[in-house]
């Protein structure tokens, strides 16, 4: 699937997007997965509570199950308007 | 019901003009626009990031949503991307109802979710080093009141 990544989990990882090869079932398994990759990914994913979470384009919440998902995004809080 | 989101600045006055032309059936038509604000130390400028696709989906969703709860003959959502300078309009909404009480309250609506509910990221560059705007608790809160 393709993994996303904005604002300051980009910057910290190092890039906008990859694919991601995974079998993962919810979210917060993918971010386990990418935890234990390399250092950036752990500093990135450090604190959950800090980051929000979109599957396939929709907010969603970290225990989202991933089973035909194509696309999830991770991101700080929005600070739009 | 229109939502844009682009690079280039908007006209608010050729905006909001041709959307009052187009509202025989409302009294009220409330306009709202956010500008980049100087801070302390001189800003050089806000860079604002999205998620094309989810930015223009989300928005369009608190549209709509907008229309079901207040009385909106029409809704206009107009959000900027990229490097901004101190003073350009960042965005704007306009709703027109039968009443100005569905207007302002749909505009207020519209403001509270696009802040913490539409995929933007500001990042303000103060003399040379770029800095993330963190959210507000207090932009949280906002929603809880509707």
């Given at each position: 699937?393709?993994?996303?990544?904005?604002?300051?989990?980009?910057?910290?990882?190092?890039?906008?997007?990859?694919?991601?090869?995974?079998d993962?079932?919810?979210?917060?398994?993918?971010?386990?997965?990418?935890?234990?990759?390399?250092?950036?990914?752990?500093?990135?994913?450090?604190?959950?509570?800090?980051?929000?979470?979109?599957?396939?384009?929709v907010?969603?919440?970290?225990?989202?199950?991933?089973?035909?998902?194509?696309?999830?995004?991770?991101?700080?809080?929005m600070?739009?308007? | 019901?229109?939502?844009?989101?682009?690079?280039?600045?908007?006209?608010l006055?050729?905006?909001?003009?041709?959307?009052?032309?187009?509202?025989?059936?409302?009294?009220?038509?409330?306009?709202?626009?956010?500008?980049?604000?100087?801070?302390?130390?001189?800003?050089?400028?806000?860079?604002?990031?999205?998620?094309?696709?989810?930015?223009?989906?989300?928005?369009?969703?608190?549209?709509?949503?907008?229309?079901?709860?207040?009385?909106?003959?029409?809704?206009?959502?107009?959000?900027?991307?990229?490097?901004?300078?101190?003073?350009?309009?960042?965005?704007?909404?306009?709703?027109a109802?039968?009443?100005?009480?569905?207007?302002f309250?749909?505009?207020?609506y519209?403001?509270?979710?696009?802040?913490?509910?539409?995929?933007?990221?500001?990042?303000?560059?103060?003399?040379?080093?770029?800095?993330?705007?963190?959210?507000?608790?207090?932009?949280?809160?906002?929603?809880?009141?509707?």
């Open positions: 699937m393709d993994v996303l990544y904005f604002a300051w989990v980009r910057e910290r990882i190092g890039l906008p997007r990859e694919v991601v090869q995974t993962a079932a919810t979210v917060m398994d993918l971010v386990e997965e990418l935890r234990v990759r390399e250092d950036r990914y752990a500093a990135a994913f450090a604190d959950i509570t800090a980051l929000r979470v979109a599957v396939d384009q907010l969603s919440d970290f225990d989202t199950p991933l089973d035909g998902v194509r696309e999830v995004a991770f991101f700080p809080p600070t739009g308007g | 019901m229109r939502v844009v989101v682009q690079e280039a600045p908007f006209d006055g050729a905006e909001a003009d041709a959307f009052a032309k187009g509202q025989s059936r409302s009294g009220a038509i409330v306009t709202f626009t956010g500008v980049v604000r100087d801070v302390a130390g001189g800003l050089d400028a806000m860079e604002i990031e999205h998620y094309p696709g989810m930015t223009e989906a989300a928005l369009t969703d608190i549209a709509s949503e907008a229309t079901t709860r207040w009385s909106l003959e029409d809704t206009l959502v107009i959000h900027r991307h990229g490097r901004l300078a101190p003073g350009e309009m960042i965005m704007m909404v306009a709703t109802a039968p009443h100005r009480k569905d207007a309250e749909a505009a207020e519209l403001m509270d979710y696009l802040k913490s509910r539409a995929p933007f990221w500001k990042r303000e560059i103060v003399a040379g080093t770029p800095r993330w705007v963190d959210a507000k608790d207090a932009d949280e809160d906002a929603l809880r009141r509707w």
